[in-house]
């Protein structure tokens, strides 16, 4: 199973991005997606996630800004975050509950610059 990020770059403070992220390979069946990141000299946390049956869960610091979604049967989950802040600088890692397992992906650089 293969997780690949695409969408990250160099953005100016207040504006917008779209990451995506599509799962490849053998899969029978996949439980949740989601976004992680880690900032420089941080520790990876969970930014958002979004269950097969469409729940989403949020981290206080993207709560309002941001946007989870996922079209399952693409296997791919997307995450918008607008306003985005100097301190939202961080690698961005896909994830997913594929299988009964965990996968990443090897993450997409987002720099924010104020």
């Known amino acids: 199973v293969r997780l690949v990020e695409s969408g990250g770059g160099l953005v100016q403070a207040g504006g917008s991005l779209r990451l995506s992220c599509t799962a490849s390979g053998s899969i029978n069946r996949i439980d949740l997606m989601g976004w992680h990141r880690q900032g420089p000299g941080k520790q990876r946390e969970l930014v958002a996630t979004?269950?097969?049956?469409?729940?989403?869960n949020y981290a206080d610091f993207v709560k309002g800004r941001s946007t989870i979604s996922a079209d399952y049967d693409k296997r791919t989950v997307y995450l918008q975050i607008d306003s985005l802040k100097p301190e939202d600088t961080a690698v961005y890692f896909c994830a997913a509950f594929v299988n009964f397992n965990d996968y990443w992906g090897q993450g997409t650089q987002v720099t924010v610059s104020s």
């Open positions: 979004i269950g097969s049956g469409g729940a989403a």
